[in-house]
């Protein structure tokens, strides 16, 4: 049973540029939700994608956006990059039931210099 | 607001000794709570919740948590520590206002267990 798949591993972008980071569920899941880690915090809630669509979105700036396709499968993009945007970024699927589990994949390490 | 506090950023055990890494949390109504482990360079792993029921939980690799609603605490436990325990842990608590399961996060406690 393949867990959360994420992908790249490690990106380094400059400031100003465009990233693009992806998600596969678990298998069985149908909502995936996008945390950000900054170095030595909790993961950050950005936001949830359920039926291809947003269904909650954290403090987060319009640069950041998303898209979930009829696979689940799910894409995180970042426009004109800060400095400040150098985090782990966190994929985690669930069932869109409640109390359900969200189960993690292992991030993507993104240095934006 | 809805948070979670854990209140140390690091704890010491030797290895065989019990462990206990706190969590309190703010939420109206019953909480949705969890505890998550992170290894370096890692995503996080999911080791056990409190949705509603028995006040202890068990998990995996032998963890326990006793949510204790008087105090509003949920703290993480193991009768034997090994150093392969050693790592971050994360309390979470689901935010009961929003219409997802989306989880708020404590800053972590770093669990160091001494051979």
């Known amino acids: 049973d393949a867990g959360v798949t994420q992908s790249p591993t490690h990106l380094i972008k400059t400031r100003g540029q465009q990233v693009t980071l992806r998600c596969s569920p678990k298998?069985?899941?149908?909502?995936v939700s996008w945390y950000q880690q900054a170095l030595g915090q909790g993961p950050q809630f950005i936001f949830q994608?359920?039926?291809?669509?947003?269904?909650q979105r954290g403090n987060f700036p319009d640069r950041f956006s998303g898209h979930q396709f009829p696979n689940y499968s799910s894409e995180l993009n970042v426009n004109a990059l800060l400095l400040g945007d150098s985090a782990l970024y966190l994929c985690?699927?669930?069932?869109?039931?409640?109390?359900?589990?969200?189960?993690f994949g292992p991030g993507t390490r993104l240095l934006v210099l | 607001a809805q948070s979670v506090a854990q209140p140390e950023d690091q704890v010491n055990v030797a290895e065989g000794n019990p462990l206990t890494v706190k969590c309190t949390y703010s939420?109206?109504?019953?909480?949705?709570l969890f505890w998550y482990v992170q290894y370096p360079n890692r995503g996080l792993q999911f080791l056990l919740k409190?949705?509603?029921?028995?006040?202890l939980v068990k998990g995996s690799y032998g963890f326990e948590a006793e949510f204790n609603k008087s105090q509003t605490s949920f703290h993480l436990k193991k009768p034997s520590a090994l150093v392969s325990d050693s790592a971050l842990y994360f309390c979470?608590?689901?935010?009961?206002?929003?219409?997802?399961?989306?989880?708020?996060f404590g800053t972590g406690t770093l669990l160091a267990v001494q051979p």
């Open positions: 979470a608590v689901r935010d009961m206002w929003g219409a997802t399961n989306k989880l708020i």
């Open positions: 409190y949705i509603t029921g028995d006040n």
């Open positions: 939420v109206s109504g019953n909480p949705y």
């Open positions: 994608y359920y039926e291809e669509e947003e269904r």
């Open positions: 985690a699927s669930s069932l869109v039931v409640e109390g359900e589990t969200q189960y």
């Open positions: 298998s069985g899941h149908d909502t």
